[in-house]
């Protein structure tokens, strides 16, 4: 029987390793099937304190998987496709043919963007498709960009777009904004923004090199198809939290959020917390998933001492 599993190996999951392990937990970290998270999908992280160079997102999550496995962490690959909670308070975990028992349970699962489903989705992420305009707006200076979806995150993702980019069309499949009203019109009243309305993305176009060019549209009212020159297109149409495998021992929102107690990572089953973006649909940031992921591990740990 294991003190504490983390599931998830993104920012959050790594940091509740970090703290459980220098906890003397021995905590036994399971990647799911991406291991580093998000950050994995990102090429320059600028924002995240302590590094004011800069540093890749792949090598950021390599530093913390090293320093959670200094400490004594384990990490294994395992999806976990179900949990039970046993008489005696514990969580078995099944992963396809291996089980594990633990008597606390952090989930760091986070949340995927969701995409069009699209050909060339995967190859482009990274040139010129990304889900982030905090992470990576900066790179497109002085060139038309281009922002799918209509909702809240749309809207900022389009107005912050503004300090960089030269022009910013924001496609949307209907011809009104999904959003909350003053991020609608703040994001309608910039004159760098530029509505695609009735629109969605048929096919992104590359060049020769395997950028984006441009985005090929088809206006779903009349049918008609154009071409739109952006070099990157953000994608905004909203998040899937990976939180399907855990049935009713969380609750959850509309969306499939966990919903942890109020001000802590705790959940209404007693040892089972939740860190990151699979609990956070606000702020979604590497640093904010870091911080609630050291919130869960210490939670973790007075919930063991608390229960001996
Ligand atoms: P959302 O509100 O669910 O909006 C998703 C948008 O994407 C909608 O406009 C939707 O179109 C569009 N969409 C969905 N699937 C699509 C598809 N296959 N093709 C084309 N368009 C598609 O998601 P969100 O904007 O990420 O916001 C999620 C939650 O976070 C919301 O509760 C939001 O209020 C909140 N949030 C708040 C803030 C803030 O207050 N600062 C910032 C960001 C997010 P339709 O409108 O036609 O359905």
Redesign the pocket.
């Known amino acids: 029987m294991e003190h504490v599993i983390i599931i998830g190996a993104g920012c959050a999951g790594y940091t509740a390793a970090i703290y459980t392990a220098r906890a003397n937990l021995t905590p036994l970290l399971l990647t799911g099937t991406q291991p580093g998270g998000q950050l994995t999908t990102t090429t320059e992280v600028e924002n995240f304190p302590g590094f004011p160079g800069g540093i890749m997102g792949p090598e950021l999550m390599m530093n913390m998987q090293q320093q959670a496995e200094k400490f004594g962490t384990r990490v294994a690959w395992a999806s976990v496709e179900s949990i039970e909670r046993q008489a005696d308070g514990s969580f078995k975990l099944n992963c396809g043919s291996d089980t594990y028992e633990t008597r606390t349970l952090i989930v760091a699962t986070g949340a995927a963007p969701?995409h069009?489903g699209l050909p060339n989705e995967k190859e482009l992420i990274g040139h010129g498709l990304t889900s982030c305009a905090t992470c990576d707006g900066a790179f497109y200076r002085d060139v038309p960009v281009a922002v799918?979806?209509?909702?809240?995150?749309?809207c900022?993702e389009a107005s912050f777009l503004t300090r960089f980019a030269s022009k910013v069309y924001l496609i949307?499949?209907?011809d009104e904004?999904?959003?909350?009203k003053i991020?609608a019109d703040r994001a309608l009243a910039n004159p760098k923004i530029e509505p695609v309305w009735n629109s969605?993305v048929a096919e992104y176009l590359t060049d020769d090199a395997g950028e984006m060019r441009a985005a090929k549209l088809k206006n779903l009212v009349t049918g008609e198809e154009s071409e739109l020159e952006v070099k990157c297109v953000f994608v905004?149409?909203?998040?899937v939290p990976n939180s399907a495998f855990l049935g009713d021992l969380v609750d959850k929102d509309e969306?499939g959020y966990i919903l942890q107690n109020p001000g802590r990572t705790a959940t209404k089953t007693p040892g089972l917390f939740a860190a990151g973006d699979v609990a956070d649909?606000?702020y979604r940031q590497a640093i904010t998933a870091a911080g609630q992921g050291c919130a869960a591990a210490l939670e973790a740990e007075r919930y063991l001492s608390d229960h001996e």
């Open positions: 969701r069009l799918i979806g209509g909702g809240d995150s749309a900022e949307h499949r209907r904004l999904r959003a909350s991020m969605t905004a149409i909203g998040h969306n649909h606000y």
